[in-house]
């Protein structure tokens, strides 16, 4: 009896329902009382108690910490090639076929050793008389043209918005003028030299460039994962290009010099495969890779 007066009580009629009165607290005391459980009601200095805290706490979560102005503002990072998984298998595929391949490396670097500087016509018995193989050559050429586009890539400071796209188009450009070089230096030893003196310039040039290459490794991999120390890395990768290009100049005039008149040809080929090409590739890689001197 008791339980039918109190649902009797607390259930609005039809006309309030109608009317659009709101019957949420109805309901709740409703459902309460069915369950069998006294409904309590917060009294109204609870309540004000209760907002009052609930007030004091927005506004300390609204004060800033002090010290937020403090410190160095963050800035977005950047995309680096040196993260990319292409350029980084690239890199470790040609450093593992270097290990690999270790022993004709050696091999190879044991007869562009003796390439690099002599111009006799016949070697002594003791000398190492086996040419390169032409996979091997390639081989070195290929790690002349990867480690060096890194190092073009880089100069002459580090790119604005580094990207695995532009480090090979670098190699791209760096194996587009290897292969000039090299079809100007057969040309010129073609026209201008014996079948022997030709043989020997171009074993020059492919052993300074096979010397180069490997002499580029390790300032490219620092590029990429020490980019703080791209001035000294640059200067050392730029020595060790102009000594390569040194030692061909001082073996080609060895071969070609023949009287003072001669001099007069020699000046015309530095200045027509040592200069003019450097300057060409220069504007070219300006263009493709947005790089500048100044």
């Not at 459980?37 to 706490?57: G, M, N, Q, T, Y």
């Not at 004060?63 to 980084?88: F, Q």
């Not at 193989?133 to 290929?142: C, D, N, T, Y």
């Not at 460039?209 to 050392?236: C, D, N, T, Y």
Request: aromatic share 12%; glycine share 8%; net charge positive.
């Amino acid at each position: 009896m008791p339980d039918t007066i109190a649902t009797q009580i607390i259930r609005p009629d039809s006309a309030s329902i109608n009317a659009g009165y709101c019957t949420s607290l109805f309901d709740s005391v409703a459902a309460d009382t069915v369950q069998g459980r006294i409904p309590h009601f917060v009294p109204a200095a609870v309540a004000d108690s209760l907002r009052h805290e609930k007030a004091v706490a927005d506004s300390i979560a609204a004060i800033p910490p002090p010290g937020r102005e403090s410190g160095i503002y963050g800035s977005a990072r950047g995309g680096e090639y040196s993260h990319s998984t292409a350029l980084n298998g690239l890199l470790a595929a040609m450093l593992f076929l270097l290990l690999v391949k270790g022993s004709s490396v050696f091999r190879a670097l044991r007869t562009y050793r003796n390439e690099l500087w002599s111009i006799r016509r016949r070697g002594n018995v003791f000398d190492d008389q086996s040419a390169v193989s032409l996979p091997m050559a390639g081989f070195l050429a290929l790690v002349y043209i990867i480690f060096g586009g890194v190092l073009l890539y880089n100069f002459p400071c580090l790119p604005t918005t580094p990207s695995l796209a532009g480090a090979m188009k670098a190699m791209g450009v760096l194996a587009g003028f290897y292969i000039f070089e090299r079809t100007a230096v057969w040309m010129l030893g073609s026209i201008f030299a014996q079948p022997d003196d030709k043989r020997r310039l171009m074993g020059g040039f492919s052993a300074t460039r096979a010397f180069a290459g490997l002499g580029f490794i390790i300032p490219a991999l620092l590029m990429l994962f020490e980019p703080q120390w791209h001035k000294s890395l640059l200067i050392v990768s730029l020595i060790v290009y102009l000594a390569a290009r040194l030692m061909f100049i001082i073996k080609g005039f060895r071969i070609f010099y023949d009287g003072f008149l001669s001099l007069f040809y020699f000046i015309l080929y530095l200045c027509t495969l040592e200069i003019i090409p450097l300057i060409i590739l220069y504007g070219y890689a300006s263009g493709i890779l947005q790089i500048s001197l100044y």
